[in-house]
């Protein structure tokens, strides 16, 4: 049966045992150290840009922003690392000369892109050996992704604003359209002036016959009523056949009359019918002119509204920060590698140290420490 772990005993180990432990940490820190020395110094420039809602958005809404909102800002993060993009840079800074990485390889190596989690700062870090050139690299890419940005709002504005173009040019030739009919309408004859000038000539007309008919059917009346008044065997018969002579042209004349009362009502109704149909057409035809006028006004009105707001519909990037030349490499890190060298020395000496106390301490024990220790000697 192992005997149980003595904590005293373990300690007494490691101080016998100190020296492997510093040799170890000796060795790795040294090690680090010249790898570190060694190893191309590179440095890490980095560029700041802010994006702002845009401005044609109310004020108030952009300080209540959501998180899904945030989120969706890091397809921003695609623009700014876009290969082309990074081809053009690495084409105007000589990237390539002397590296035969592909291009995918290079970006990984030198381009980093990233939005800070709930912010909308996104940050532009150029990694090169030379901290001027990562600088220059860093703010390219930054310009040249708020310029994109620009374009493709710019584009977006103008592919809507050809439409409204379309639109107002539409508007228009229905304008044209519209003020062409309605000219017509009101050039064609009859025009509803005359059409009215002659109904109420022609209700005249019919009020008057009316009343000569009425006039005419009151005389033949009264003479009738004198005619049998006159009906006695005493009463002179030329006088009789007078009156009824007179009574019956007076019947005659209001008869004319009345047909004529029914001629002219009908001519009335005639011409009637012709006035609504013409004022309906004309009416109609100015409606479709108002319509047109005031298609014509929205669309310009829309077109206006886009022109002013040509670039501030979209998201806008700004430079919030242009950084300067790294002073200090980003890699390698000195202090860390030593750092961690250390850590590991010890680690690994440690886990040594504790294996061979395991060791020795499942060997049989000889009568004394210091004797058994001799004896190993």
């Given amino acids: 049966m192992p005997d149980p772990f003595e904590a005293r005993e373990y300690l007494s180990h490691l101080r016998r045992r100190w020296r492997l432990p510093a040799v170890a940490l000796a060795v790795t820190v040294t090690g680090s150290l010249a790898v570190s020395l060694l190893l191309p110094r590179r440095y890490t420039a980095r560029v700041r840009l802010v994006i702002e809602p845009p401005a044609g958005s109310d004020v108030r809404a952009s300080t209540a922003v959501s998180p899904i909102y945030l989120e969706s800002l890091r397809t921003y993060e695609h623009l700014a690392s876009s290969d082309r993009l990074f081809a053009q840079a690495a084409q105007r800074f000589r990237l390539r000369n002397g590296n035969p990485a592909p291009i995918e390889k290079l970006k990984r190596q030198v381009l980093k892109v990233s939005i800070a989690r709930n912010t909308k700062v996104m940050e532009i870090a150029a990694t090169l050996p030379d901290p001027k050139q990562a600088h220059a690299v860093a703010t390219y890419i930054a310009e040249e992704t708020v310029r994109l940005n620009r374009q493709t709002n710019r584009a977006a504005d103008e592919e809507l604003i050809r439409d409204a173009r379309g639109q107002v040019q539409e508007a ?13 309408q009101r050039k064609r004859t009859p025009s509803p002036e005359s059409l009215r000038s002659e109904l109420d000539h022609l209700r005249e007309i019919r009020v008057e016959a009316a009343q000569l008919a009425l006039a005419a059917e009151i005389s033949a009346a009264d003479l009738e009523d004198r005619s049998k008044a006159a009906g006695s065997p005493a009463a002179d018969k030329a006088e009789l056949a007078d009156l009824e002579s007179r009574a019956h042209a007076l019947r005659n004349r209001a008869g004319r009359f009345r047909k004529a009362e029914a001629e002219l009502e009908s001519g009335s109704l005639s011409l009637q019918k012709a006035l609504s149909n013409r004022t309906a057409e004309i009416e109609a035809a100015e409606a479709q002119l108002k319509e047109a006028r005031t298609l014509r006004e929205q ?58 106390y395991g060791l020795q301490a499942s060997r049989p024990k000889a009568a004394s420490e210091d004797q058994w220790i001799t004896a190993r000697r």
Avoid: Q
């Avoid at 228009?172 to 017509?184: D, H, I, N, P, S």
């Fill in 299 to 356: 669309a310009e009105a829309r077109l206006l509204n886009l022109e002013t707001a040509v670039g501030l519909r979209g998201e806008r990037l700004n430079l919030l920060d242009a950084g300067v030349p790294p002073e200090r490499p980003s890699s390698p890190n000195l202090p860390l590698n030593l750092a961690v060298a250390a850590g590991l020395g010890l680690f690994l000496s440690l886990m040594y140290l504790s294996a061979e």
């Fill in 172 to 184: 228009v030739r229905r304008l044209g359209a519209a003020e062409a009919a309605y000219l017509g």
